[in-house]
C-alpha cells in the first residue's frame, strides 16, 4: 500500500531507519565489538516512536475509512454508550463478587483459627482450675485432652514468662519460626502463682481440623528469605534466630466435590496475624492460601442466615436474570433501530448516486412510518420535482430555441432597406419588450414618387400578438399588390407583370384598406384580439400625406417652427368589431416638418415622477432635430431607457420618423 499522507512518509522513513540501526547493530555483534550496546538505546527509542506513529495511523484510518459508513457510526456509538458500560458494570460485578467470596473465604477461614483460639483458651481456664483443685497434673491433663491432641500445658513462674505476658491470653503465636496456639492464664498452687501455658503446634494436623469444612488450606512463612540452593525459608524478622530453617509451608484438606455444573472453584489468599512470643508484638507473618467452592461457602451463609437463605438466593438469580433480560432486549431493540438508520441511510445514499448519474427516475421504496421514512418520501418528492423542472427546462429550450427562430423571422418582417423618395427621409425602429414584438411597422413602396407608412400595435404580448402583427404585416401587403395588380391589369391588360406599372399609378385608399382589414380580421382571429394601426400615403410630388388612424396613438407633425399637428382622423381599432367605416385625411408636410409615429411603450413607461410621456419624446426629438433620423431615434430610446432605469423594459418600443427635406 502506497503511503498517501506526511505521517504516513514518515513512519515510513522512521520504519526504514530502525530496519538500517537493527543491521547496524547485528554487523556490530557479529564483529564482537562492545559499540553495539550504545544503538540499544537509539533501536528501543524508535520503536517506540513507530508503535506511536502505527497507532496514530491506524486511528486515522478507523475514524476515515471504517467510521465513513453511517452503520459503522451508530453501532460504534452504541458500543460505548451500551456495550462498554454493560461490559464495565458485569466485570466490575463479577470483580466484586470474586473479591467479595475471596474475603468472605478468608474470612471464615481466619474465623476457624480464632475459633481453636477461644476453644484453647477455655481449654485451658479448665486445666487451670483442675490444678487449684489438686485433680491431676498439668501431664495428665494434657494426655486426656481429646479436643487438641498432642496440647502440652506447661507451669512457668511469672518472672520467668516473658514481660509482656498477661494471663488471659490466647492467640497464634510465632517462635522460633514455628506457629503455635498458645493460652495463658495465671493459677495458685502451693508453690506459689504460676501462669499455666497451653502450647499446640500449629501444624498440618491444626490445618486439616480448619480446612476439614472449608477446603483445601495451605499455610507459608511469608517474613522469611528463601534460600533458592537448599529450598528453605530463613527469619529475616527481627528477634528471631537467622540460622533456623523452617519449611517452605504446610498444606491439609482437599477441594469438596461439586454439586451443581456451575459450582466452580473458588481461589482465595489472605494474611493472617499473629503475635511474636518474644517480643509480644502483633506481626503478620503468616500467608494463607486456599481453594473452595460457592456450595461451601453458600452453607456457611445458610447456616448463618437461616430461613432466609433460599429467599435471598431466589431473589439474587432472579435479579441476575431480570437483568440479562433487559440488557437482551436492549441489544436487540439498538440492533433494530440502527438497522432500521442504517437502511435509510443506506437507500437515500443509493438514490443519490442514481440521481448523480442522471437517473431521475429512480425512487426509494419506502416501508416504515417514521422520520426517517417522510425523509425517504421527501426525496422522492423532490426527485419527481426535479424530473418534472428538467422536463420544463427542457420544454423552455426548445420553445426558447422556436422564438429565437420567430424572432430571426419577425425581424425579416421589419423593413430591411429603408428608401424614401428624393423629398422625404424614413427611418423606423422596433425594440420588442420580450423575444418577438407585437408592435408593427411597415414602409410601402409605390414607386419612386410614393411611399407608404403602417405604424401598429397589436393587443397582448409574446407569440399571440406576433401572430397576429404577422398577419396583420402580410394582409397589408397582400391589399397593396391586389390593388396594384388591379390597376395594372386595367391600364395593360391582365398578361403583363407588375414591373410595368407606371409611376404615377394612383395610391390605394388607407380608409378602404382599414375596413378591409378590420373585416379579415374580425373574421379570422378570436373576438378579443385587435389591433390599432395607423396608414399613410405621401406623395413626392404633391407634398402631401392621405391617411387614416385605427386608434392608434396620433402620429404627430413637428413643424420648423416648433408647432405641432396631429393626425387622428380615422376609427377604432381593427378587428373588434365586425363593419366598421373609417375617414381619411390629406395633409400637406413642408421643408423641415419631422413626422412622429410611436407605440405606447414610448410615452407609459414610469418611474417614481410618473410616465415618461409624449411631450418629454417631442421635446428630445426637437432638441436633435438637425441630427440624422438614425441619432434622433438613438437619442430618443435612450432617453425613455434613462427614464425607466434598471428595471425591464414594460413593453414594446417603435418609433418611426419621416422628414421632409
Known sequence: MVPRTRLAYFTLYMAGTEAVLLLLQWILKLAGTKAAASVDGWTTFLAWVIGLLLFLLVLRWFRGYFLWSVRNRLIVTYLFIGGVPVALLTAMAIGSAYVGVEHLATFITVSEIRGQEQRLAAA???????????????EQIAAHDLAFPGRSITLVSPSAAPKWLKS??????TEQGHAYLRAAHSATTPQGPRLVISNVPFDQKMLARIATKLGALSVTWVDFERNKEKGTFRISAPGVNPNVALPAGISAGSVPPPLAGFDREVDFVGLVQSTDWETGESAT?????????FSTLYSYLGSAMGIWTGAVGIFLIGAAIALALVVLVALIIGISLTRKITYSVANLYKATQHINRGDFTHRIQVRERDQL???????NSMTESVERLILEQKEKERLQSELEIAHEVQAQLFPQIISGTSTLELYGVCRPARIVSGDYYDFLSYGPDQVGIAVGDISGKGISAALLMATIHSAVRAYEQEQLVSISAAAYGTHNRIAAVEPRIAPPSPAQMLWLLNRHLFQSTQPEKYATLFLGFYDDIKHRMTYSNAGHLPPIILARDGSLRRLETGGTVVGLFPDRDYEEETVELYPGDIFIAFSDGMTEPENEFGEFGEERLI?????????????????????????IGSTEQPDDITLVLARRI
Open 619 to 643: 421635446e428630445t426629438i426637437a432638441a436633435s432635430r438637425h441630427l440624422p433620423l438614425s441619432r434622433i431615434t438613438e437619442h430618443a430610446i435612450s432617453a425613455v431607457q434613462d427614464w
Open 373 to 379: 421514512a417522510a425523509l425517504q418520501l421527501a426525496f
Open 285 to 293: 507473618r503468616l500467608f494463607l492460601r486456599g481453594t473452595t467452592r
Open 168 to 173: 488471659g491470653f490466647a492467640s497464634l503465636v
Open 124 to 138: 485451658n481456664i479448665a486445666a487451670v482450675e483442675e490444678i487449684e483443685r489438686h485433680s491431676g497434673t498439668p
